[in-house]
């Protein structure tokens, strides 16, 4: 599920992304990325998460270049890649340590659960003359999950006789075993949304959620062999003595 690193954009790459040929003036960029962005929607029929976050890099790049400039310009060049600290969907969710390092210095932090990509953190005197340095983060898919906004997103298999004949699901989840009902006659791919399982509420931020897309495969266990699993795990699980 990984994609494109695009916290190392170029500014003709973020023009190109939005499908421009050069420097044009700042509305036909705005225009231009409002159109990228509907199209790549992941909940649209057609988007897609990756393309809809390269867009979203592709903007922020055009965006810290300055204003737009006519489009005869000259190229406006960027000395550096922004600096970021990369992190994964779980130290997102949960917070924790972290190590990074910069210009031959090693960082330690410890994040808060919550961050969302495009937020900053301080590194106290990592900058030039000493001064404080601010890290914008980026969240890459790993461990089955991928992180747009306050949502998380990833894929489970489930038998197709489920989505044709509709039923109960069970997805291990970063939270534990989930279920959740599927109606029968969807076409795939088949895109359930688990309340409250995304990132947490973190100052303007509301609770995220989880968008689990169900990708039909003929090897996943069907309904009754879910239930036939958890009769199995609950009678298995040792208990203790009255």
Known sequence: MSGPDTSLLTYRQALAVLGLPGLVDHETTRQAFLRAVKAARPDHPAGDAER?????AAWHVI???GPALPALAPPMRRS????TLSIDPMLALNGGPVTTRHRGRTFRLTLPAGLRAGEHVRLKGAGRDDSDLFLAVRIRAAHGLSVLGDDLFMQAE???RVLQDGGR???MTHAGP????VVAGLEPPVRLRLKGLGLPARGRHGQGHLFITLMPAEEAPSAAEHLLDR??????TPRLAA
């Open 231 to 236: 009769f199995a795990r609950v009678w298995t």
């Open 158 to 160: 489930v038998s197709p």
């Open 80 to 83: 550096a890649p922004l600096p």
């Open 169 to 171: 699901v069970e997805v």
């Open 52 to 56: 809809f976050r390269e867009v979203i």
């Open 63 to 65: 965006q810290a270049e």
């Open 178 to 181: 989930r279920n959740a009902w």
